[in-house]
């Protein structure tokens, strides 16, 4: 992960909880690909159950709808943002029963009744996630656009148990693009966050 110069201007913390806190989501660890249409209508649409933060939702969709489509365009969950929208940058990580998924690259219809979480539901009760608390206490973020997808990631990568080091932390969030550079910032706040024991 490159380094960069992080000294540009304070961000907008109002902004940036509006942005992450209430609904919840994965990194380019793993990249789910639709493995089995579900039940095709006449239309040659499909049914797909999808389970996102804790709540169902029964769709009918065009069988090439991926995830972040349909997070954000039907399920109005825009936190998971749409960058590059060709599995290069992890803006649109979300965590599929708790791996960290690029959605772009993740047909909807393949993680049908799977446990999805986007960014939206990683605060519980009002309470933002630590996570998401140790971004904002290191400025991990400028613009935000990224911010969603990196705590995404950074909430899985503590999981899998490798946010060893700064070098390690370094590595495998190298999935997720800052083009603000934020990165130093990124790293600190990753370390600071409780849960990597
Ligand atoms: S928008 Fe999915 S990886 Fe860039
Ligand atoms: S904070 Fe702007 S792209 Fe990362």
Redesign the pocket.
């Given at each position: 992960m490159p380094n960069a110069d992080n000294s540009g201007s304070k961000?907008r913390r109002r902004g940036f909880q509006r942005t992450t806190a209430k609904p919840e989501p994965a990194a380019r660890g793993d990249v789910v690909v639709a493995e089995r249409p579900r039940s095709r209508t006449a239309s040659g649409s499909v049914a797909v159950t999808l389970r996102v933060n804790g709540d169902e939702h029964r769709l009918t969709l065009d069988p090439r709808t991926t995830l972040l489509d349909a997070l954000r365009d039907h399920l109005d969950l825009p936190g998971t943002k749409k960058g590059c929208d060709m599995g290069a940058c992890g803006?649109c990580t979300v965590h599929v029963d708790g791996r960290r998924v690029v959605s772009c690259l993740t047909l909807a219809a393949s993680v049908d009744r799977q446990a999805i979480t986007t960014i939206e539901g990683l605060a519980q009760n009002g309470e933002l996630h630590p996570m998401q608390v140790a971004f904002l206490d290191h400025d991990?973020?400028?613009?935000?656009?990224?911010?969603p997808g990196?705590i995404m990631s950074a909430v899985a990568l503590i999981r899998e148990g490798r946010a060893t080091s700064p070098e390690a932390i370094r590595e495998f969030m190298n999935g997720n693009?800052?083009?603000?550079?934020?990165y130093p910032n990124?790293v600190a706040a990753i370390k600071a966050a409780p849960g990597k024991e």
């Open positions: 961000p803006a991990g973020f400028q613009c935000g656009y990224c911010t990196q693009i800052c083009r603000c550079g934020a990124i």
